[in-house]
């Protein structure tokens, strides 16, 4: 399986075929039993984002803080951090919300942050688990423009598991997974 720089490719099948571990290994999240995963010979926690599944947010910090926490560890200046993760969150809706807790934010506006954190570094490729999977049709629609304009805008790929049909046509090409095996839909 190849995915070209700047395409947006939704990753389809049923539950339990497969897609979240396919996402983790070409994240570099899990090691491949056999073959090699490849992405230009660069380290990939500097070229890859990761929205997960279930978001993954600390606790004890807010969605601003959150977000800002990738950057942060790569020790970029914390100024223009904030700055990017405000425009961030913004962009996703959550400028109201900036200071609240996981625990006090819905499970959509988690999902958010957690897109918003994915994209702090600004990844040549975006993995995403699902990113709209626990958000309402409006708000589900708003993420998937917002990928869409950053894959346009910033020639970001993103590679993107979904159930969601209707979100998986809005892609360059659907891959589908059936048993663990790929294929193009």
Do not use: Y
Not at 33 to 39: E, V
Not at 41 to 51: A, E, H, I
Not at 64 to 82: D, F, G, S, Y
């Amino acid at each position: 399986m190849q995915i070209a720089s700047q395409e947006m490719v939704a990753i389809v099948g049923p539950s339990g075929a497969g897609k979240s571990t396919l996402l983790h290994l070409i994240g570099g999240l899990d090691r491949p039993t056999q073959g090699r995963i490849c992405c230009a010979g660069v380290d990939l926690s500097r070229r890859v984002g990761f929205v997960f599944q279930f978001h993954h947010l600390l606790p004890e910090f807010s969605a601003l803080e959150n977000t800002m926490m990738p950057a942060l560890i790569q020790r970029r200046p914390k100024q223009e951090v904030e700055h990017q993760a405000r425009q961030l969150l913004a962009s996703v809706g959550l400028a109201d919300r900036l200071h609240h807790r996981p625990g006090a934010l819905s499970g959509g506006e988690q999902q958010r942050v957690a897109v918003a954190r994915a994209l702090i570094n600004n990844p040549d490729v975006l993995l995403a688990d699902e990113p709209t999977g626990n958000l309402d049709r409006a708000t589900g629609q708003t993420i998937q423009t917002l990928l869409r304009q950053l894959n346009q805008e910033l020639g970001q790929t993103f590679v993107i598991v979904t159930h969601d049909q209707k979100f998986a046509a809005h892609m360059d090409r659907v891959i589908s997974l059936v048993d663990g095996k790929v294929s193009a839909a």
